[in-house]
């Protein structure tokens, strides 16, 4: 392995820690602010983020435009502005049903379950015509597999609502990196999460203005989770994934930035103290050995192309 490919693998671990110990962020902030608010002001800090690093990047391609680039920038500003309202409808959806869910489960398994989105990709790209293999239902039956160990983990015959709400974000998840996928191909990719994310912050910020209140202590309180998901998670991992992909083999990329569940997991259990019994950790190991398998399919000629959620 060179030294480029090498840098870039750490960045994407690194990513994948980031990405993952913000579930630990996102479960803290449920103890201060209600789920819309804390949506609300995170993903309204993720976009201004954005703002210099799009400046910047923009700078730099003037100086070595290609016409596809060129293409990119010219694009009307109202096509922009549709394109992210949609994105961001569907991120409002995923968030929404993640954040709520974490209220009543652990950042552990909010972390896990959310990446069932990784399966669910290739699966919704059957729906536009892309070709998915046997790697992609073999890693699906065992997600599902993980999937129930871990519903089963705090009461054996009962179903934690937290767990449901969550597992119900996963689709909208694999919707939305689907449909990134498809926006990124004519707008900069910088400039549609920015957009997005305002409009996420926004339609976040309408339900709570009438079923939350935000008190300057619970802001006070809820200062570090939201920091470190606004800021750390969106605008310094974003960059850093953005980084490393120029230089890294698919292969690594794809299961490198799977370990965002493990992270997860590792957070919610050395900073949260969230215990992990003998279902939930089966539960974990069928889960995550169901996205490996599935990526094994993604980079060996099935669904090629993958966009991160965030």
């Known amino acids: 392995m060179n030294r480029k490919a090498l840098r870039a693998d750490l960045l994407l671990l690194l990513t994948s820690c980031i990405w993952g110990l913000a579930f630990t962020a996102q479960r803290t902030g449920m103890d201060f602010l209600g789920p819309f608010s804390f949506n609300a002001i995170r993903f309204a800090m993720g976009s201004v983020s954005l703002l210099p690093l799009i400046f910047f990047f923009k700078a730099k391609a003037k100086k070595k435009e290609t016409s596809e680039d060129a293409i990119k920038q010219s694009l009307p500003f109202k096509t922009i502005l549709i394109s992210s309202f949609f ?18 489960t652990t950042a552990g398994n909010a972390g896990f379950i959310t990446s069932l989105y990784v399966v669910l990709v290739p699966i919704f790209g059957l729906l536009i015509g892309r070709k998915t293999g046997i790697p992609t239902w073999i890693g699906a039956a ?6 129930f160990f871990i519903s089963q983990s705090d009461s054996p015959g009962s179903v934690n609502i937290g767990i449901i709400l ?18 990124v191909k004519k707008i900069d990719p910088l400039v549609l999460s920015c957009g997005q994310f305002a409009f996420c912050s926004v339609f976040s910020l309408i339900p709570a203005l009438f079923t939350e209140s935000v008190t300057l202590e619970a802001l006070k309180g809820c200062l570090a989770p939201l920091l470190y998901s606004g800021l750390g998670s969106v605008g310094v991992a974003y960059t850093l994934q953005a ?6 083999p698919p292969a690594h990329a794809s299961i490198l930035l799977c370990l965002e569940s493990v992270f997860a997991a590792l957070g919610g259990i050395i900073i949260l103290s969230e215990p992990v019994g003998f279902r939930t950790f089966l539960g ?9 398998i599935t990526q094994w399919d993604v980079v060996g000629g099935g669904f090629k192309k993958r966009t991160k959620r965030r």
């Not at 994105?87 to 009543?104: C, T």
């Not at 974990?284 to 490996?292: D, L, P, R, W």
């Open 87 to 104: 994105a961001g409808i569907v991120l409002f959806g995923g968030a929404a049903f993640q954040q709520i869910g974490m209220i009543y």
């Open 142 to 147: 065992a997600t599902l597999i993980g999937l």
């Open 166 to 183: 969550v597992a119900v974000s996963a689709p909208l998840w694999a919707c939305h990196v689907l449909l990134i996928d498809h926006l």
């Open 243 to 248: 980084v490393a992909q120029r230089d890294a």
């Open 284 to 292: 974990f190991s069928f889960m995550f050995a169901g996205m490996i």
